[in-house]
């Protein structure tokens, strides 16, 4: 098992942008697949954004041309920079580790969540 704290979350202004971090411990860090995941009042948590073990990286459409992640193995942390928010991005923001890139996209059988961090973007 491996435990993640994300950090990072706040409000912004629509058009502002904010950098989430997501720290590991008690795990190879390396060795796990990583992701972003959302959920907004009222609504199911949906995926964001994923990076495998090696650095390959993929986005839901709504992340795409706005956010990036990226991971620094050697801090055992993820970052996600998101860019051009708009009010709807406006959610409590989970990290995720699992094995599988699979796992993360299809959202099963993950085992490690983080506590979340709020993102809320002002219009």
């Known amino acids: 098992q491996v435990q993640l704290v994300e950090s990072g979350g706040g409000l912004v202004q629509a058009g502002g942008s904010l950098r989430l971090s997501c720290a590991a411990s008690?795990?190879?860090?390396?060795?796990?697949?990583m992701g972003w995941f959302r959920q907004a009042p009222g609504k199911e948590r949906e995926f964001v954004a994923v990076?495998?073990?090696?650095?390959?990286?993929d986005y839901a459409d709504l992340a795409k041309g706005r956010f990036t992640l990226s991971r620094d193995n050697a801090k055992n942390t993820m970052y996600l920079q998101m860019s051009s928010l708009k009010p709807e991005d406006t959610a409590v923001y989970y990290c995720?580790?699992?094995?599988?890139?699979?796992?993360?996209?299809?959202?099963?059988?993950?085992?490690?969540w983080g506590q979340g961090t709020q993102v809320t973007v002002s219009s």
């Open positions: 008690g795990g190879t860090f390396s060795s796990y697949a």
């Open positions: 995720a580790a699992a094995r599988y890139t699979y796992s993360l996209r299809t959202m099963r059988g993950i085992n490690n």
């Open positions: 990076i495998s073990s090696g650095g390959s990286t």
